[in-house]
């Protein structure tokens, strides 16, 4: 008799491999601020970041195997600057690329023998706060259109279960967004995290053409301050 799975436990055993390869990297948090978009993530490492500028007002933030969504940012960075030349600037956006990465993922997801080790979130900034768009993208090519903030990673659960008793209602200044996640981070990881290990970046909608902007150790150890 040829070799036989069914499908459903074909893709169980899937998901369950890349959800375990996920629980093994370090969590990122993107919070909504009253300027843009925070991001904060615990990254020792100097030079490969976990968190990129894809487009003007386009940022990506991958956790899991560095490689694999290295690949897709790279990816993604190819996609949207043939369509911003080709076209125009204004003709790209968050939506369009979530959704080529939702197919990629859930193709692979689908059709490779082994999935894809991680999950991607693509945060937008808006001209205001109801304009700002975050997509949360898993190992299978599901999809989520996120509102306020967005945990990925390893301690994604309590990430979440904390981020939603204490985050406000009305999106916090830099400062506030800073300190919550960066406190919220180190009580659930339960590890010290000194300024060298985080990696912090924003969407700012008050700077020109391109929004992005990487904090500096030392930014970091001001506003901790």
């Given at each position: 008799?040829?070799?036989?799975?069914?499908?459903?436990?074909?893709?169980?055993?899937?998901?369950?491999?890349?959800?375990?390869?996920?629980?093994?990297?370090?969590?990122?948090?993107?919070?909504?601020?009253?300027?843009?978009?925070?991001?904060?993530?615990?990254?020792?490492?100097?030079?490969?970041?976990?968190?990129?500028?894809?487009?003007?007002?386009?940022?990506?933030?991958?956790?899991?195997?560095?490689?694999?969504?290295?690949?897709?940012?790279?990816?993604?960075?190819?996609?949207?600057?043939?369509?911003?030349?080709?076209?125009?600037?204004?003709?790209?956006?968050?939506?369009?690329?979530?959704?080529?990465?939702?197919?990629?993922?859930?193709?692979?997801?689908?059709?490779?023998?082994?999935?894809?080790?991680?999950?991607?979130?693509?945060?937008?900034v808006g001209p205001t706060t109801n304009e700002n768009e975050l997509f949360h993208?898993?190992?299978?090519?599901?999809?989520?259109?996120?509102?306020?903030?967005?945990?990925?990673?390893?301690?994604?659960?309590?990430?979440?279960?904390?981020?939603?008793?204490?985050?406000?209602?009305?999106?916090?200044?830099?400062?506030?967004?800073?300190?919550?996640?960066?406190?919220?981070?180190?009580?659930?990881?339960?590890?010290?995290?000194?300024?060298?290990?985080?990696?912090?970046?924003?969407?700012?909608?008050?700077?020109?053409?391109r929004k992005f902007r990487r904090l500096s150790v030392a930014q970091i150890e001001?506003?901790?301050?």
């Amino acid at each position: 008799m040829p070799y036989y799975v069914p499908p459903e436990q074909l893709m169980k055993d899937k998901a369950d491999y890349a959800r375990k390869g996920i629980a093994r990297g370090k969590s990122i948090l993107a919070l909504e601020y009253t300027d843009g978009i925070f991001f904060i993530a615990e990254n020792p490492s100097a030079t490969l970041y976990k968190i990129s500028e894809i487009y003007d007002r386009i940022a990506f933030a991958g956790v899991g195997k560095f490689n694999e969504f290295e690949q897709l940012r790279i990816g993604g960075i190819r996609l949207v600057d043939l369509k911003g030349y080709s076209y125009s600037r204004e003709d790209v956006t968050a939506k369009s690329l979530a959704n080529a990465y939702s197919q990629s993922l859930g193709n692979i997801f689908t059709s490779e023998v082994k999935p894809y080790e991680c999950e991607i979130l693509v945060a937008s900034v808006g001209p205001t706060t109801n304009e700002n768009e975050l997509f949360h993208i898993l190992y299978d090519g599901s999809v989520t259109d996120r509102q306020g903030w967005v945990a990925m990673g390893g301690q994604s659960d309590q990430l979440g279960d904390a981020l939603t008793e204490r985050y406000p209602g009305d999106p916090p200044d830099l400062k506030d967004a800073f300190r919550l996640g960066e406190e919220i981070l180190h009580t659930v990881e339960n590890r010290s995290m000194p300024p060298a290990n985080l990696e912090v970046a924003v969407l700012d909608r008050t700077r020109g053409r391109r929004k992005f902007r990487r904090l500096s150790v030392a930014q970091i150890e001001a506003i901790l301050d």
